[in-house]
């Protein structure tokens, strides 16, 4: 087997998309949301045994990692059109969090180079409250970076999927062979 063969690049792929889950599947837990956390960790157990079958020839896992890759495309696309509110979807809703908790993504309070920027100080003397003085401003918009994630998950389950279908068939082959000989 060479390091390029469909079976190396399928592996790593596998690989890939595990490291990308389990990040994707810490910051979920840290926002709360649920339903992510349901489907992410399905991913990893359908990823893993979609591993382990492209490893050991079992052309059965492979199949079961190409169904639920379109799954995973479908779901990954959903997440895209939430954030950025395409289709009649709002990132304001509680889907993810399946309506269980108020909870959203953590990169809404924590996304990179966000900080307090105080407003002028003569606003906040007509507020009831001084808390509503600050915003918070970020380098880039929590709805961007949950986007990257998913089209991140979305390219790497494209290029798995071709190299899952491509092994699917060469098992095939090589199962037709020992068959006829």
């Known amino acids: 087997m060479g390091c390029c063969s469909g079976r ?5 792929f596998c690989a890939l998309q595990l490291i990308t889950a389990v990040e994707r599947q810490v910051f979920d837990f840290l926002g709360y949301q649920w339903a992510p956390i349901l489907v ?4 990893i157990i359908v990823v893993i045994l979609g591993l382990f079958g492209t490893v050991q020839y ?6 079961l ?3 639920w890759t379109v799954f995973w495309v479908t779901w990954n696309i959903f997440i895209c059109c939430l954030y950025l509110d395409l289709g009649g979807l709002s990132k304001d809703s509680d889907y ?4 269980l908790s108020s909870h959203r ?3 809404k309070d924590n996304g990179p180079d ?6 002028p100080t003569t606003r906040w003397q007509h507020l009831d ?4 003085v600050s915003e918070l401003s970020c380098l880039l918009e929590y709805q961007y970076i949950e986007v990257m994630h998913s089209a991140l998950q979305l390219f790497i389950s494209a290029l798995g999927f071709v190299f899952a279908c491509y092994i699917v068939s060469i098992f095939s082959e090589e199962e037709d062979t020992y068959l006829y000989k």
Do not use: D, E, Q, T
Request: aromatic share 18%; with cysteine; charged share 10%.
């Open 8 to 12: 190396c690049m399928l592996m790593f």
């Open 40 to 43: 992410n960790f399905l991913h």
């Open 58 to 63: 079992k052309p059965r896992y492979v199949v």
């Open 65 to 67: 990692y190409i169904v």
């Open 96 to 99: 993810l969090s399946l309506g």
């Open 105 to 107: 993504s953590w990169w």
């Open 114 to 119: 966000c900080g307090n920027r105080n407003l």
């Open 129 to 132: 409250s001084p808390a509503l």
